[in-house]
């Protein structure tokens, strides 16, 4: 059975830009986690996605948001971007909502804000 | 706001030794709790999680867990270079019946050969 997968692996962006980020979950889950990961804050939740909504959120500005689309795939994005947004973003999929004991990463993808 | 402190290490071990790990957390009704293992430049992966007061044995790994000092620890026994790594204790917290996952910022263990 294929992994978590997200595209792209590495992107790089300019303050004030946008952009979305890729999450394809292991076949059969059905919730989406997206965390971010930097070295001063550690991983830190952004949001959970099940059945197309948003289950759950972390303490993050609405400039992070995300959405799921009827195949259990996932999209980030991150609007008017900053240079704290730098991080590995990673994704998280499970079998069900709040499953978090059977929760397997993503390869992440790392974002760098110039 | 619901912390998980870790001790940033970075912890060393010879080869062959004892490594042992240890969170705590400050939210008492947690009733979850997660060790995860990232190599550099990898994502995390879970090794083991346990929900009971006591110890549980995976292979090598064994957790423990002390809900009323509100302490996990993990120990990895006859330690390998292949342990070195970055290890994450992970809470879970109950939002209103939806749960999420609190991290600490990781532990560095590093195995000398």
């Known amino acids: 059975k294929a992994g978590v997968t997200q595209t792209p692996r590495y992107l790089i962006k300019t303050r004030g830009q946008q952009v979305t980020l890729s999450c394809s979950p292991i076949s059969g889950h059905r919730s989406v986690s997206w965390y971010q990961q930097t070295p001063g804050q550690g991983l830190q939740f952004l949001f959970e996605y099940f059945s197309e909504t948003q289950r759950n959120k972390g303490n993050f500005p609405g400039r992070f948001s995300g959405r799921q689309f009827s195949n259990s795939r996932s999209e980030m994005n991150v609007s008017t971007l900053e240079l704290g947004d730098s991080a590995l973003y990673l994704c998280a999929s499970s079998l069900d909502w709040g499953s978090t004991d059977t929760q397997y990463f993503g390869p992440g993808t790392r974002l760098t804000v110039l | 706001q619901k912390e998980v402190e870790q001790n940033s290490g970075p912890l060393s071990v010879p080869e062959g030794a004892i490594a042992s790990l240890n969170c705590t957390y400050s939210d008492r009704g947690s009733q979850s709790f997660f060790w995860y293992r990232q190599y550099s430049g990898k994502s995390p992966e879970l090794i083991m999680f346990i929900y009971s007061n006591g110890d549980k044995e995976d292979g090598r790994f064994t957790a423990q867990l002390n809900k009323a000092s509100q302490y996990v620890s993990l120990l990895i026994r006859d330690s390998q270079p292949s342990d070195s790594a970055t290890y994450l204790c992970?809470?879970?917290?109950?939002?209103?019946?939806?749960?999420?996952?609190?991290f600490g910022k990781g532990t560095k263990l590093t195995v000398n050969p």
């Open positions: 992970a809470v879970n917290w109950d939002q209103g019946g939806s749960e999420k996952l609190v």
